[in-house]
């Protein structure tokens, strides 16, 4: 089966209840409760607590891993004994109990061989565009987001020329911009999409919205805090598109992990002493990406070239121990973003060593450092890690709510396999990353998006906005009512962060970590609700 659905099969003959996730990677939510005598099931949490047998207990472990960024766990939720089914799993229910079972998992050691960068380029728009034609199908009229980047753009473009070649009606699209934080428009590359025509667009000027829009609200839908930062840039697209009478929209969520920028072929080259073509690699990717090609090739020289050979040379021992001791500096420093994240700032240490969740973050921390062997290993964990399920089920929740079904052709179970089982070239070549995809697009995306370099930030427009529009309740909320979260969060150390955010002066994510303490504490408070109600 191919789609993004759960279902449920009910065996009277056999006694059994069938439950099965068909979703690969995780968009629909399916969450059960489970006792001796009773299992209840349902896409919102909120369903199954009308029942009045399941306990209501805030689980302080998904809080935990929620206030740490770790979204490993793709079972847990942010309530004791309610799970969410994993993607690409099934659940049996019989009066034997609950048997779970994986029946697909993505094979990383596949390498598809084709003949010529045509050839793949051409079995990459062929998948494509069946991925975006078989998510056209609707009794309404089909909607695409379209950011300007190169994956809204090409879904955008693919899904205006089935429509013109079966003579159809344009294609409404829907887009933020951005007068007043100009650093996050994109019009100059959205336009030459709509200078094509056969598109009818549609906009929002993202910043006049508050990333706080309707904050309650969203909360209630979701069930839990949220993580997503842009959010509300969702929820206002969603309201116009619902407007529009749009029931399907096409979202080009992540093309980015699935097509893969390759950057993990440029370590497989200097491990293999290939160093012409990594400089090569590196000059086109620096020129593409506007990043400094001396501090980049001199980093790979550094970690695949003098190291080994020094680390190993019996003449050089001092040398050795000196380039040892230089190296580990480099490599703590490398990692400190790993190994210091700014939440260890703000947690309380009682609650961190509570509920260990440093060791909860060590799997986190073992695979990313695995997968930055090879191409092929990043590439796969990028599709397999647990941000890309919770990730897509929080858009598909926010789209539910405006009466709205996203579909993900970038998550097409045929073309994340094709893309997997690229050899790295076709994903970097020529300093171009996604190269395979580029090629595929040419004659269909305009050029300016086919060979743009790197993609919008829009973290501006974010911290702009809880400033602009959101100072009173961040106020109100961090300093004067932190009551709910003094077990969690070191009060001290959070408003310290806040203060530093408001002047100016703040340190890298200490937005990030206001955030995650803001959307808790609201949802902690209807959460104390909920469960005396």
Known sequence: LLGDFAFCDFGMSVGRYYFALVIIFGVKPFYYYSSNNTFVFGSEIKAIFCLPEVPRQVNE?????????????????FYEDIFRLSPAHSLTVS?????????????PTRELCLGSDEEYAAKFREIFTEAVRCRMRSAHTVGSMLSGGLDSSSITCTARKILSENGTESLPTFSAIFDQVTECDERAYINPVLAQGGIEPHYIYGDTLSPLTEINRVVWHH?????????????????VAQERGIRVVLDGFDGDSTVSHGVGYLHELARAGKWFTLFRELKGYSNNFNYSYQKLFWAYLCKYGFEPIISKSKPLRLGRRIWQALGKRIRQKAHASIN???WRATLKSEFVERLNLKERRKALIKALLESQNNQRAEHYYSLVRGEMPYTLEVLDKTAAKFGIELRFPFWDK????????????QKLHQGWSRMVMRRAMAGILPTEVQWRGGKSNLSPNFERGLLTYEQERLEEILINNSELIKNYADIQALHDAYHRFISGANKDNDVIEIWKALTLTLWLKQTKLLLTS
């Open 223 to 239: 069930d839990e805090p949220l993580y997503a930062f842009n959010l509300s840039l969702n929820w206002g697209l969603y309201g």
């Open 340 to 342: 210091k994240p700014a």
């Open 414 to 425: 045929r073309l994340v396999e094709f893309c997997l089982s690229l050899p790295p070239e």
């Open 61 to 77: 472990v998904r809080i935990g891993d929620y206030l740490t960024s770790n979204f490993e766990d793709k079972t847990i939720t």
């Open 95 to 107: 009066h034997k109990g609950i048997q779970l079972q994986s029946y697909w998992c993505l094979d």
